[in-house]
């Protein structure tokens, strides 16, 4: 059940927590219709009160769907698979995921042509969780679950390897 406090709770967590929180695959309808039942209960009653509720919640939910979107747009530059997304943040991740991956392809492409050394990344698979750590180029890597597929620089890829905790894809 939707609520103010459930939704505060919820924008603490995304706030406070480098991962994304774990939400119904239909939160934001369950959320449209709590606003939808607040807009007509401030409506009514013309109460000033109801009416900052209203535009309060509003703003908690703007700020959980903001802050989500901008973690959703990090993991998908760093090649993770996520959980507990909601269908739309599904198929938003997915796009991006795809954009991403063509653009690195594009750009891989013509800096081989050109004769330049790509970039070198390979894809992994995790097969043992991976704590978040820091990586040989000081960027932060992680936390990998089991199954979960990554796009990582060779570098920390053979680490991955050696430690039996990736295999390629």
């Known amino acids: 059940m939707i609520s103010y406090s459930y939704l505060r709770e919820i924008q603490k967590k995304e706030v406070e927590s480098a991962a994304l929180t774990k939400l119904d695959g239909s939160f934001y309808e369950q959320v449209a219709e709590f606003l939808k039942k607040k807009k007509e209960e401030a409506l009514s009653t013309n109460s000033i009160l109801s009416i900052k509720e ?3 919640i509003k703003k908690v939910v703007i700020s959980i769907q903001s ?3 901008e973690k959703l747009f990090l993991l998908s530059l760093r090649g993770q698979a996520v959980d507990g997304l909601t269908e739309s943040e ?3 991740f997915e796009n991006i995921s795809t954009t991403v991956q063509k653009y690195r392809d594009n750009v891989f492409e013509v800096l081989s ?3 330049h050394d790509a970039p070198r990344i390979k894809k992994i ?3 043992k969780d991976v704590e978040q750590y820091k990586g040989l180029d ?4 992680g936390p990998f679950k089991t199954g979960e597929e990554a796009l990582l620089p060779m570098q920390e890829v053979e680490w991955l390897l050696k430690s039996h905790l990736a295999e390629l894809l």
Do not use: D, H, P
């Open 138 to 141: 000081n960027n932060v890597y």
């Open 113 to 115: 042509k050109e004769g």
């Open 67 to 69: 802050k989500r979107e």
């Open 125 to 127: 698979k995790i097969v």
């Open 54 to 56: 209203y535009e309060n």
């Open 90 to 92: 599904r198929t938003l």
